[in-house]
């Protein structure tokens, strides 16, 4: 069964940035589109970002000019670069493989997740 780990979520002030990196066991994971999703506490578990196979980059609005997403196929790697982080980005941050924009179907068992928290 494929495995999603997630890590590099922990508290932050506002203003401040944080890497996260997933990782997937799979040897495919190069044929992978992947996401990154959040789910604050009592809210749903939403789309942030979202990667292609080919390297196309989709951010939600709130988001955009402060994320990132990256992959590095030959570590099974994605990245979400998080800057100028805000009280509102506070949520659990999870990735998994997922369809392609616009409906960004999650398609694997979800990991634990990192949480990120931004707060002074």
């Known amino acids: 069964q494929v495995q999603v780990v997630e890590s590099g979520g922990g508290l932050v002030q506002p203003g401040g940035s944080l890497r996260l990196s997933c990782t997937v066991s799979t040897s495919q994971f190069n044929t992978y589109h992947m996401g990154w999703f959040r789910q604050a506490p009592g809210g749903r578990r939403d789309l942030v970002a979202h990667?292609?196979?080919?390297?196309?980059?989709y951010f939600v609005d709130s988001v955009k000019g402060r994320f990132t997403i990256s992959r590095d196929d030959a570590r099974k790697t994605v990245y979400l670069q998080m800057n100028q982080l805000k009280p509102n980005d506070t949520a659990m941050y999870y990735c998994n493989r997922a369809s392609d924009i616009p409906l960004a179907v999650p398609l694997l068992s979800w990991g634990q997740g990192t949480q990120v928290t931004v707060s002074s």
């Open positions: 990667i292609s196979t080919g390297g196309y980059r």
